[in-house]
């Protein structure tokens, strides 16, 4: 009998713990930082991006920042009216020339915004 109570006090003392770690753990974010969109950009830009990728990071919305997010509508939109869907495999670009021209002037937004953002963040 002392060994089942010794066995069923370790046991619960296990799960005990573990679940009480699962509760105490957060559940994990994924942030889209600025430097991180203007880099898949560049990439689409330059026809090395797939569309997986793309919208893995076009299709989570950013919460954190209301102009990142903003640009990220505008992106997915640019893809919805002018993208090339199921020809970037056969390695035509993500987006037809009007798109293209388009995301340049989005990344071109995005960039100054990010030079804002670090100037004012460096004048702190």
């Not at 005990?16 to 930082?33: M, Q, W």
């Not at 340049?104 to 004012?120: F, P, Q, S």
Request: one cysteine or more; charged letters at 25%; a neutral charge.
């Amino acid at each position: 009998m002392a060994l089942f109570l010794l066995v069923f006090v370790v046991c619960l003392l296990i799960f005990g713990s573990v679940i009480a770690l699962l509760l105490l753990s957060g559940t994990p974010r994924y942030r889209t930082e600025p430097r991180q969109l203007l880099e898949l950009i560049d990439r689409a830009l330059q026809s090395q991006v797939n569309e997986t990728e793309w919208n893995t990071i076009i299709g989570y919305p950013i919460r954190h920042d209301e102009t990142l997010d903003g640009i990220r509508r505008r992106a997915q939109r640019l893809v919805d009216v002018h993208g090339n869907h199921e020809r970037v495999n056969r390695g035509k670009p993500l987006l037809d020339a009007t798109g293209q021209e388009e995301l340049r002037a989005l990344r071109d937004h995005l960039a100054r915004h990010l030079a804002l953002r670090e100037a004012r963040d460096s004048g702190e």
